[in-house]
């Protein structure tokens, strides 16, 4: 007997929503930060998984083909940005993830399970990340670089990574205590104690604006009001004992400090834990009458519009300390990672940085400096010597500056497409999943998640499960058999940056070069053992690659100084101050021994590169 179409529809979405779990989980735990080896893999799954979906369902139609489409036209726009990038390896590298991200969104699509079954799993997902996270604070030998930045940080490599998921345990855990109060008071708890341990300020608001969302949305308002405040009131117990213990909270511990903090740490987390899931039990058995319900719902409103004022008040009357402590730029030596970090106002210099994209896209406004090159713009435009960075810690501005206006509208067309079908689907589950996708992409406006693979993969699969309503009947085995040759091409593209790595650690130069032909650095190793003849070509090929590449031209002028070429080291240098002039160009050493063999005056900044031998 023939499947009725909707029992057949359900069962072609079991295919890409479980290949979507999986590639979820082994991005959240395994993708170790910015390393290009796991995203060939996990990427390679998501890839092959969504090509493979289309022999069994098309893509469907409305907000979703929207979010697909946006998100596979901004790849292929990076891609096209090496045609003119300053850099056209990192541009290949930066295409590279928005396939992968493209992919983990076209699963999400093609698979659209209920939001029930998508919000359950994503509970259990970020519940998984959460609990490791704190066990390997307790256990020192499941993360042992905690002994030397305590900021939590495991299993994602960077505290404002982690910190996103943690938000997302606040909707979903107050989604689950509709089901279970214990279960998801437990939740919250977990993710606000790993939260604060991030030390994120920016994570800790994106999470009290998702509780009071979900409180102001969802009709059960007072039992939701009553789980935040009994786990967050947990957590802030829990995060209190922590600030207490050296092992937990301060850098540099010993391991057996930490080990024997650990142990109390963890009880406490327990302990706490345990009252936490006791106070859900006693809000699931609450019974309120309308009359009660509408007056502690009124109390709570004024309540929260009395700190809304005050918090105004205070913005106000400091609005001026507050903008100078914000916008100052600060040396690494100031940026404080420990427990400080919670109670500071400055940016961490990304007021600078932001700057520096906005100056960026005004100068290339159509197609911007090509995708992933933005240090580039920060080298020559930085005003510190000592603080660099590889992205402006703003998502669309980033995209603003490096694809220019196109790449910005395609992001953001994909950003308002996944919000816009989670507004229309909200109620439960899907005000929980929107509130996740809604955090998500507020988070990129502060920080650099596309540069990971363990958050944006993740989350935008979920977009794509809020925005995706896969159509019955619409195979199309031409597109199918297209798309998975498409990923399988896909696959290489994703590898051959990273062979190409592997083989250059292993100095097997040629074979490097012919998995990545657009490495400068791959010709610049060549050149180190080449004659200067040689060396001269192989960086000037490089210099064809990345002409604003500051290093080149310095490691140019070094090859014609000790050819004796004076003057040709005089340019080279000129063009390596231009694109960095408060790097190696402008100091003492190799710099200024230049400058004097020509005749030109200078005033060096400290030690720079040695001089020529």
């Given amino acids: ?90 541009s290949w590298i930066f295409t590279n993830r928005s396939l992968a991200y493209a992919a983990f969104a076209a699963l999400g699509v093609l698979a659209a399970p209920g939001l029930e079954a998508a919000a359950a799993g994503a509970a259990w997902l970020v519940a998984a990340v959460v609990g490791w996270a704190l066990l390997a604070k307790c256990v ?34 107050l989604w689950v205590a509709r089901r279970s109060r ?108 309308p009359a009660h319900r509408r007056g502690i719902e009124r109390a709570a409103a004024v309540a929260a519009v009395v700190v809304a004022l005050a918090g105004l008040a205070v913005t106000l009357a ?51 400096t090509g995708a992933g090159t933005w240090q580039y713009t920060n080298l020559r435009l930085r005003t510190t010597s000592d603080v660099t960075a590889l992205e402006p810690h703003n998502t669309p501005l980033q995209f603003l500056s490096e694809t220019g206006i196109v790449g910005f509208l395609l992001y953001l067309g994909a950003a308002g497409a996944a919000l816009l079908a989670a507004w229309r689907r909200r109620g439960g589950a899907g005000t929980a999943l929107g509130l996740v996708v809604l955090a998500f992409f507020l988070h990129t406006v502060v920080n650099y998640d596309w540069s990971f693979l363990g958050v944006s993969g993740p989350f935008l699969f979920l977009g794509g499960v809020v925005a995706g309503r896969p159509s019955v009947g619409t195979r199309r085995p031409l597109l199918a058999a297209a798309a998975v040759l498409f990923a399988l091409g896909c696959v290489y593209s994703l590898a051959a940056p990273w062979l190409s790595q592997r083989a250059e650690a292993r100095l097997q130069l040629r074979q490097a070069h012919s998995y990545d032909p657009l490495s400068t650095s791959v010709l610049s190793l060549q050149a180190a053992f080449a004659s200067p003849q040689e060396a001269e070509r192989l ?57 004097r063999r020509v005749g030109v005056r200078s005033t060096c900044r400290g030690a720079g590169l040695a001089p020529i031998p």
């Fill in 539 to 595: 960086y000037l090929k490089a210099l064809s690659l990345e002409p604003t590449n500051s290093e080149l031209w310095l490691e140019l002028a070094r090859v014609y100084a000790q050819g004796g070429a004076w003057v040709d080291a005089y340019r080279a240098l000129t063009h390596a101050y231009r694109y960095d002039p408060l790097g190696p160009a402008g100091q003492c050493g190799l710099a200024e021994q230049i400058r």
């Fill in 140 to 173: 020192p030998a499941l993360y042992p670089d905690y002994g030397v930045t305590a900021r939590l940080r495991a299993p994602l490599d960077d505290w404002n990574m982690l910190a996103i998921v943690c938000v997302a345990a606040v909707p979903l855990g």
């Fill in 182 to 289: 214990p279960a998801g008071a437990v939740l919250l708890y977990a993710g606000v104690v790993a939260l604060l341990l991030t030390y994120s300020r920016f994570g800790v608001a994106l999470a009290c604006g998702a509780a009071v969302v979900w409180i102001l949305l969802e009709p059960d308002r007072v039992e939701s009001l009553a789980t935040a405040v009994a786990g967050g009131g947990a957590a802030a117990g829990a995060f209190g004992v922590a600030l207490a213990l050296p092992g937990i909270t301060s850098d540099g511990a010993s391991r057996a400090v930490r080990g024997h903090d650990g142990w109390i740490f963890a009880l406490v987390v327990v302990g706490l834990g345990v009252a936490a899931a006791l106070a859900g039990a006693a809000i699931s058995r609450l019974r309120l009458d």
């Fill in 1 to 90: 007997m023939l499947a009725s179409p909707p029992v057949r529809a359900a069962g072609e979405r079991v295919l890409p929503a479980f290949a979507g779990f999986v590639a979820c989980f082994c991005a959240l735990f395994f993708a170790d930060g910015f390393q290009l080896g796991p995203l060939v893999w996990i990427g390679g799954i998501a890839l092959v998984a969504a090509a493979a979906t289309l022999l069994l369902a098309g893509p469907g139609t409305g907000p979703g083909l929207v979010y697909l489409g946006c998100l596979a036209a901004l790849a292929v726009w990076c891609g096209l940005t090496i045609a003119w990038s300053a850099s056209p390896n990192e």
């Fill in 318 to 368: 400091k609005a001026s300390t507050i903008w100078h402590e914000f916008s100052n730029p600060v040396s690494s030596g100031e940026i404080a990672n420990n427990t400080t970090h919670l109670g500071s106002l400055g940016s961490g210099n990304r007021w600078s940085w932001w700057q520096e994209a906005w100056t960026g896209f005004t100068e290339h406004p159509l197609g911007g």
